[in-house]
């Protein structure tokens, strides 16, 4: 099923929907494309894995790869012939990349020779394509034969499962082989692997170790994976969205169908009983996923608007405007999407009571799958550190001040609308509250104490951010009559719950940020 699902998104052209003619292209702007694969995303997020862990590697190699590494192989991914993964990971590092051991030995023929082992990777064997196309982290030797520490020393190649010929045939098969399958919670349509490179089964050219081509220039290799990197991390956050969308939808439909008790101050058993969808709780948790699932899907179809922008604006200073939005929001795009709808999902199986603890209805898959998002491609952890130690500063604070301004705008634009000024205002005091704390703890002096809650404040950052796009859909959205006047007071009232029962909760949050609380980093060891 799967490999059939697969080939019928590939004949459709959509693996190439973003690319160029040349390469089959639909050459479609990326905002339209991601709308369009979401729906692949909520559909099965494990199928759809394959095809867009392909796009990522081929986007990286356009950006990356010399033009014949891309008609050797991006040219095949697009066509749906060879699928990609991204292979970063090991058992002894896992989200610590600067202690990845795996070596890519020079050859006289301007090959690498990898040997060493590759954890948690997505797609990394399977039989739905000819080939298998891994772009692998690994660290050249120096002079001495010693790998040099750190992230300088690694760098970036393309490992193929097969080898191929130079008329594009497929070669001898490389020394890359599955060591094991981890046996997951969920995403279980998508296997996830432990690789081994280079132990010998197989002997390319008759001697031991996967060829490699490398990929940009040597000791770059984790500047040039970023672009998959931060392409995987949008995409993990799209995916969390459409994850807790479809569970949200599966409630609401739940809802409706599912009679049970009456209203409070209905005593009569003799009546009739209600939908659930009537009762004031169950309606608290359908706003609640409402706002956090459209919410999330805002920020996420806004970044790959900005990733348009990047791209094709038409002044070079929105071009680098765009850019600098697009490298703040990222670490929120990927982490609230996998918080929050996470909790939609939760939400959702607990709308259906104790049917959503059954494996007759569908919502307790999507609580498993999506609670890897919050621990791949980068762990909330991380993206707070991220946000926090590296995103607010850079530049002078460039990418700070200007998405700041740029939250200011629709302020601005919410204090002339009647019914929309008292959330106006609450945003206002959020960004300034952010301002304020930021400077408070950079103020500090010492980083240890600075960074201490960078969760805290990449969740309060990120509810604020959420709450900018839900005054701009609500910008959208009043006054609204005619045949689809509920979509949009749909709209209207699920940004009337986030400004009223989610955007309050960032207050706590800066309190505790403001003070430089130092709890979680004095715990020691030996207290626990």
């Known amino acids: 099923e799967v490999k059939t699902a697969i080939k019928a998104f590939c004949d459709a052209g959509l693996m190439a929907a973003g690319q160029d003619y040349d390469f089959g292209g639909m050459q479609l702007p990326v905002l339209i494309e991601k709308a369009g694969l979401a729906y692949f995303k909520g559909a099965n ?43 970063l990971s090991e058992p002894q590092a896992g989200s610590s990349l600067s202690d990845i051991v795996t ?15 590759k954890m948690w990777i997505s797609a990394g064997e399977h039989e739905l394509s000819e080939n298998i196309v891994h772009l692998v982290l690994a660290k050249v030797p120096d002079e001495n034969g010693k790998l040099i520490p750190g992230v ?21 098969r490389n020394d890359v082989v599955l060591a094991g399958l981890n046996h997951k919670m969920g995403y279980r349509g998508t296997t996830n692997c432990l690789l081994n490179f280079g132990e010998g089964k ?46 949200y939808l599966h409630a609401l439909e739940y809802a409706r169908e599912r009679p049970q008790g009456r209203h409070p101050m209905n005593k009569d058993a003799a009546q009739p009983q209600i939908p659930i969808v009537q009762h004031t709780d169950v309606k608290r948790m359908l706003l609640a996923q409402k706002s956090y699932v459209e919410g999330g899907l805002a920020l996420n179809l806004y970044c790959a608007r ?9 002044s070079e200073e929105a071009r680098r405007n765009a850019s600098l939005l697009l490298d703040i929001l990222t670490p929120i795009a990927k982490s609230w999407p996998s918080q929050w709808c996470l909790e939609a999902n939760s939400l959702a199986i607990q709308v259906h009571g104790g049917y959503g603890y059954t494996r007759e209805y569908n919502v307790e898959q999507f609580y498993r799958d999506n609670r890897l998002n919050p621990i791949h491609e980068g762990t909330h952890g991380i993206q707070g550190l991220d946000l926090l130690g590296r995103k607010v500063s850079m530049h002078g604070g460039a990418a700070f001040k200007l998405l700041g301004a740029e939250v200011q705008k629709t302020i601005a634009k919410a204090m002339e609308v009647k019914e929309l000024a008292g959330f106006a205002r609450a945003l206002g005091a959020a ?23 960078a969760s805290a404040y990449l969740e309060a950052f990120g509810h604020s951010v959420v709450a900018w796009g839900w005054l701009e859909q609500a910008l959208l959205s009043v006054g609204k009559t005619g045949h689809d006047a509920d979509f949009y007071r749909g709209k209207l009232q699920a940004c009337t ?13 800066l309190d505790l940020l403001e003070s430089i609380d130092t709890t979680t980093l004095d715990m020691q060891d030996a207290w626990f």
């Not at 199928?47 to 991006?74: D, H, R």
């Not at 300088?152 to 001898?172: A, C, Q, T, W």
């Not at 952010?434 to 010492?446: F, M, N, P, S």
């Not at 719950?497 to 949050?509: G, I, N």
């Open 103 to 117: 070596r890519a030995e020079p050859q006289p023929d301007g090959t690498y020779r990898l040997k060493g082992n």
């Open 497 to 509: 719950y986030f400004f009223k029962w989610e955007l309050p909760k960032v207050h706590p949050q």
């Open 45 to 87: 997020v494990g199928t759809s894995s394959y095809p867009f862990l392909t796009i990522g590697n081929a986007n990286t190699l356009l950006k990356c790869g010399t033009p014949e590494q891309i008609e050797t192989f991006v040219r095949p991914m697009m066509e749906g012939r060879f699928f990609g993964t991204m292979c």
């Open 202 to 247: 197989f002997k390319p050219g008759g001697q031991a170790g996967a060829i490699g081509y490398l990929v940009g220039e040597k000791h770059k290799g984790l500047a040039n994976m970023f672009h998959m990197m931060n392409e995987a991390r949008i995409g993990v956050g799209l995916g969390a969205v459409m994850l807790g969308y479809t569970g």
């Open 306 to 314: 900005l990733v348009d922008d990047e791209r094709t604006a038409e």
């Open 431 to 453: 960004l300034q509250r952010i301002e304020k704390v930021t400077q408070a703890l950079y103020a500090a002096g010492d980083m240890n104490k600075t960074l201490a809650n």
């Open 152 to 172: 300088k020393g690694i760098s970036l190649f393309i490992v193929p499962k097969k080898l191929v010929n130079p008329d594009g045939s497929l070669g001898e």
